[in-house]
């Protein structure tokens, strides 16, 4: 532990992302229909979709838990690392009761936090509809879409960006600040930082194709699930289903400097994990879990990135970090929402 403690320092780890309170209920299918939701999937919430946080409170059962897809990657990264403040976070919140508990939550996570605090619009929410453990996720952004480029370029937050020798953002963001995710990419690329995104959502690489594209040759890690890999092989017409094919493809994008070459990383739920580098592709096997142990796959791709994250800022092999990101990923969709117990059990 001592020798770990040793090579992660202070900050290592920064993510900047959509800070959210996730309300998380077991539903119906009636639920979803009536909302037009399907499982397995994350989308912005519309006019259409308002009256379900409600619904949900009133109806079901209801936990609230910090979320946002970036900021459960840095909590199971900080979780699995053990060493206080070795990760930041970034991201906007409200002025509110659910602000002051994520601040809360955070600290007692042990991430160094420095959210940018919105007067006008409460923290965001997302729903996350359950049925039968596979999660249906309706993000209400409010304030965590208020971030501004100007509050990353504060000296006391720029600091975190220095101070950082890796870096993770959610594509989500891509819809919030691609300003901000611009500049910290290339902040990363002129200092031979490790910059790394997720694709997140189909919607992400359908309709925010061109940020996408744009930030794309910054990242040394693409990660991602097989929908989302499948989603990005159609929008870019590239007439093949075979989430192997693809993973190699996103690894040979052309790269913006040539530090570190691209490895692609695409989870497959219980199917192995495709890991693509140089041209070839290598598979790892999840942990099988029975399917009465599954409480929720919510969170289940953020916690696989955090774990994955907590070995390579230790210099760990590739092999290490899949098997962190499986075990994290494993713990998480045995309890509801992201959460853990108190400590990690991986060696």
Request: charged letters at 25%.
């Given at each position: 532990m001592q020798q770990q403690a040793a090579m992660v320092s202070e900050g290592i780890l920064l993510g900047m992302g959509n800070p959210l309170l996730d309300i998380t209920a077991v539903v119906d299918q009636e639920f979803l229909d009536k909302y037009d939701i399907k499982l397995n999937n994350a989308i912005l919430a519309e006019e259409k979709h308002v009256p379900m946080y409600k619904e949900m409170s009133s109806k079901y059962n209801v936990e609230y838990t910090a979320g946002g897809a970036t900021q459960n990657s840095i909590r199971v990264a900080q979780w699995l690392l053990q060493v206080p403040g070795a990760t930041s976070y970034m991201g906007c919140i409200g002025k509110d009761m659910f602000g002051e508990e994520m601040k809360k939550n955070s600290k007692l996570a042990g991430v160094n936090v420095h959210y940018y605090e919105d007067e006008s619009a409460p923290t965001g929410t997302c729903a996350v509809c359950v049925v039968g453990g596979e999660r249906s996720l309706v993000a209400n952004l409010s304030a965590a879409n208020c971030y501004k480029s100007e509050h990353l370029k504060r000296p006391e937050n720029w600091a975190l960006v220095e101070r950082a020798k890796y870096i993770y953002i959610a594509g989500f963001f891509l819809t919030v600040s691609p300003d901000s995710i611009q500049l910290v990419a290339e902040h990363a690329a002129a200092n031979n930082k490790v910059f790394g995104m997720n694709l997140s959502a189909p919607f992400i690489c359908e309709f925010f194709k061109d940020a996408q594209e744009k930030v794309l040759p910054y990242m040394d890690f693409v990660f991602g699930n097989e929908t989302e890999a499948r989603t990005f092989s159609k929008v870019h017409g590239w007439a093949t289903e075979n989430v192997e094919e693809i993973a190699v493809k996103i690894s040979q994008w052309p790269k913006a400097s040539g530090t570190y070459k691209r490895i692609t990383v695409i989870t497959q739920g219980a199917d192995a994990v495709v890991v693509?580098?140089?041209g070839k592709t290598k598979l790892?096997?999840?942990?099988?879990?029975?399917?009465?142990?599954?409480?929720?796959?919510?969170?289940?791709?953020?916690?696989?990135?955090?774990g994955f994250l907590s070995q390579l800022v230790q210099e760990k092999p590739i092999e290490q970090c899949v098997k962190a990101g499986c075990y994290a990923a494993n713990v998480i969709i045995q309890r509801s929402g992201c959460t853990y117990p108190e400590k990690p059990d991986f060696h």
């Open positions: 693509a580098e140089d790892f096997p999840v942990i099988p879990l029975p399917k009465e142990k599954l409480v929720d796959t919510n969170g289940a791709g953020d916690a696989f990135v955090g």
